[in-house]
């Protein structure tokens, strides 16, 4: 190439490299560090609960006083055992703003039914209600851990944790066998070929030593669940048990680059903004790292970023700093306010290049992710970010060497998806999507770069900070 050209080329052109070509060996070492510390997180906490419990005993151990304390300058609020959040108050008055990442800590998984338990044939099985967008094929014959909680009519709670442990026993859903699966499966489309009923459970099969009787799998299994947890049929109702992978998190390929799990979506980016508000001390502006639940169904009720729970986090904040908090000076915050929406984008698949647009698309290795608009047909759906915070958050990004990328999901005409960065924008939030990209998104075993995740903590890190 000319030497007029190439400097030319240097001057107007966007390239990207893979971070991996940026680190220094030192660096290297330490996201490959990190990488194993999010490992072990996502192999031990499974649930939105599990996750809530985890961030609220290390956000103790870290300094963050209960709300109701109210002493200090770094506290943590939980809502409804399901989402939770954790702030730091700020040098700088509340009305220059609250700097906010906020993440969601559910995931797609399959729910017991209210009335799961029944008797097919001589086995045991448990009912399922799907939750949020599966395909259901990957959730057949792997092994499957339950995760949860009963809560008896007198208010006793019983934690459920069966599966995870390697001396446990797990649950299954059987497949049909390739022989004989022509009409039932084959024949049909990937999406109608497992139907939603057909998710259950395989829970027993010894029955209970009575001839005479029926069910007498079901009366031997509720005997079990009896003698184990004090608990008879009807305390299901008041349970939320969750179905999820019974397997731990992996490290993938030779080099270890890549982390391979379940809940990435969207664990992946409570994880690093935790890390990232632990990692930072005496900010200028409040910083709230808000943790919701729900958004994987739609972002509804009470613990969802729709909830009222980010009110209830700001006016915190500010009686904290003013002592009273009124209408107008919760107004004034959140319109001073800037967001970052933590969550994943799909990262290009090798066998299906085709479903993004390749100039448009995130690549794994590349770097946390900046995604401007997400939705499905024409944006529907979306808070599309400004220009104008787009323009500082990658000056920003720049100036403290983030590796970042854009990112876009999907095609236009392919389809799409959605995030709770319109339902944080709404209050008058400046708010952009920002986040790792991953592989087989909503799978049981999604995949992600370490160094994206790490490139993501940075982000999140630096945006906190500013
Ligand atoms: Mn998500
Ligand atoms: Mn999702």
């Not at 094929?137 to 390697?166: F, R």
């Not at 979306?382 to 990328?405: H, Y």
């Not at 995030?419 to 992600?448: K, R």
Request: hydrophobic share 35%; charged share 30%; proline share 3%.
């Amino acid at each position: 190439m000319k030497k007029k050209t190439k400097s030319l080329k240097k001057k107007l052109i966007r390239e990207l490299k893979p971070a991996w070509d940026i680190y220094t060996d030192k660096e290297k070492k330490k996201v490959l560090e990190y990488g194993n510390g999010f490992r072990n997180f996502l192999s031990l906490v499974k649930t939105e609960r599990e996750t809530v419990e985890w961030m609220r005993s290390n956000a103790e151990r870290n300094g963050f006083e209960v709300d109701s304390k109210k002493k200090g300058k770094k506290f943590y609020k939980v809502n409804q055992n399901t989402s939770i959040a954790l702030s730091i108050l700020g040098s700088k008055p509340v009305s220059e703003g609250v700097r906010i990442v906020v993440s969601h800590i559910d995931s797609p998984r399959l729910d017991l039914k209210p009335n799961p338990l029944y008797e097919e044939i001589e086995l045991a099985l448990f009912r399922t209600h799907y939750y949020g967008g599966i395909k259901k094929y990957q959730w057949t014959a792997i092994p499957l851990s339950l995760h949860g909680i009963i809560i008896k009519e007198n208010g006793k709670k019983i934690k459920i944790n069966i599966g995870d442990n390697p001396e446990d026993t797990v649950f299954t859903i059987a497949d049909l066998l390739p022989h004989l699966y022509r009409k039932t499966q084959s024949q049909k489309k990937i999406s109608e070929a497992i139907e939603g009923e057909k998710l259950t459970l395989l829970a027993g099969s010894i029955p209970f030593p009575d001839n005479e009787e029926k069910e007498r799998v079901k009366l031997a299994v509720m005997e079990i669940l009896y003698n184990k947890y004090g608990i008879k049929e009807a305390d299901f109702i008041s349970a939320e048990i969750e179905v999820v992978p019974a397997m731990p998190a992996r490290d993938v390929g030779f080099d270890r680059s890549m982390v391979g799990g379940y809940g990435q979506d969207d664990r992946i980016c409570g994880y690093t903004s935790f890390s990232a508000i632990n990692a930072i001390k005496n900010p200028e502006h409040s910083t709230l790292a808000l943790f919701v639940d729900k958004e994987e169904i739609g972002s509804v009720g009470a613990t969802s970023a729709q909830s009222q729970f980010l009110v209830d986090c700001i006016r915190e904040i500010i009686s904290r700093k003013e002592k009273t908090s009124t209408f107008d000076k919760i107004r004034n915050v959140f319109n001073s306010s800037k967001a970052l929406s933590g969550d994943v984008n799909a990262a290009i698949n090798p066998n299906y290049q085709n479903v993004l647009e390749e100039k448009n698309a995130a690549k794994l290795g590349y770097g946390v992710v900046l995604t401007k608009y997400t939705g499905a047909g024409g944006k529907y759906g979306t808070n599309d970010a400004s220009a104008e915070f787009l323009s500082e958050i990658r000056g920003l990004f720049n100036k403290n060497k983030v590796i970042w990328q854009t990112g876009e999901l999907g095609k236009v005409d392919e389809g799409g998806g959605g995030t709770v960065s319109q339902y944080i924008a709404q209050y008058g939030i400046e708010t952009v999507d920002c986040g790792p990209a991953l592989l087989g998104m909503h799978s049981p075993f999604e995949i992600c770069s370490k160094a994206d995740l790490y490139e993501t903590f940075k982000a999140y890190r630096a945006f906190l900070k500013s």
